[in-house]
């Protein structure tokens, strides 16, 4: 199937300029210093900016952590993180670290946050602390376009149809893979309880678009399927979802920033930086259920 995917046009106006970095998906803000406080109608442009392109990204910010707290508590209230360690003597930040010596980095596989949760989270403002100098790239992938590519016989089948996800092989107990090195960084097994069925095919509460809802991390099997009968149709639709037209990649610099959008996006963290220490600290904002 061919696959039509035009890319958005450049938005200026006399201070903020959205900048696509792909057909699909992503986009860079230029313009707006997050130090500060923003203004009503620059949240607004922020926000309207994530909902249209999925993932928004900022350069050369320079953020103390009370002032990414109150950039992110403009959009929404902070969930605060069950099993990241956080960072010190700030709870609603979660730590993505990894240092020279472990080998196992977070958030390395397409996944969506949260979906695990009965009311999944909105979306993350990761920020750049410390960066490798060549690696640890993100990508990100769009479900509005994996969803708008299907055919129109699979969304036929797709509609009214819900999925399981899970936390618990992820961050239970069950999930012994890398467990030395996770330790100090990733916790609190015994609160992995989290099961939650969504429909497979959402209408993004804020662009009113629809978008694919499974992932490869924590979607385990469509309702009322065996998880044996789920495994075929997940795995197309992951191999369909994971297109390269699909997604964008995101280089990091110490002051970068990517805001994304877990209802409209999933997301890659390369774990190709062994021996090298990564910092990001990472505020999750709440959402809102999910049709
Ligand atoms: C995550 O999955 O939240 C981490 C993303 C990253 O480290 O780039």
Not at 1 to 26: T, Y
Not at 105 to 113: E, K
Not at 245 to 272: I, K
Request: proline content about 5%; glycine content about 8%.
């Amino acid at each position: 199937m061919s696959i039509a995917v035009s890319a958005p046009p450049i938005i200026r106006n006399d201070r903020i300029e959205i900048r696509p970095v792909g057909g699909a998906v992503g986009a860079e803000i230029h313009g707006l210093d997050l130090s500060r406080s923003l203004a009503e109608d620059e949240v607004k442009t922020v926000r309207s900016a994530l909902f249209e392109h999925g993932v928004v990204f900022f350069r050369d910010q320079e953020l103390t952590p009370e002032q990414h707290i109150a950039f992110a508590e403009r959009f929404a209230p902070i969930n605060i993180n069950r099993f990241f360690k956080h960072a010190d003597g700030y709870p609603t930040i979660a730590e993505v670290r990894k240092e020279p010596d472990q080998k196992a980095n977070i958030g390395g596989g397409w996944h969506t946050d949260h979906s695990y949760d009965q009311v999944p989270a909105l979306g993350s403002i990761l920020y750049a602390r410390e960066v490798p100098p060549t690696g640890g790239d993100t990508l990100f992938a769009s479900m509005y376009a994996a969803y708008d590519a299907l055919s129109d016989g699979l969304k036929a089948t797709l509609e009214g149809m819900r999925a399981m996800h899970s936390s618990r092989h992820v961050f239970g107990a069950a999930n012994k893979k890398n467990a030395e090195d996770r330790k100090g960084r990733i916790g609190n097994a015994e609160l992995a309880t989290q099961d939650a069925t969504h429909p497979v095919v959402i209408r993004h509460p804020g662009s009113g678009r629809k978008a694919l809802y499974v992932n490869p991390g924590f979607t385990l099997q469509f309702e009322g399927w065996t998880v044996e009968e789920s495994r075929p149709l997940l795995d197309y639709l992951y191999r369909h979802a994971s297109r390269p037209e699909f997604s964008c990649r995101f280089r990091w610099q110490p002051g970068s920033m990517a805001f994304w959008d877990n209802r409209a996006t999933w997301h890659y963290a390369l774990n190709d930086y062994q021996g090298q220490r990564r910092l990001l600290h990472r505020i999750t904002l709440e959402g809102v259920a999910l049709s």
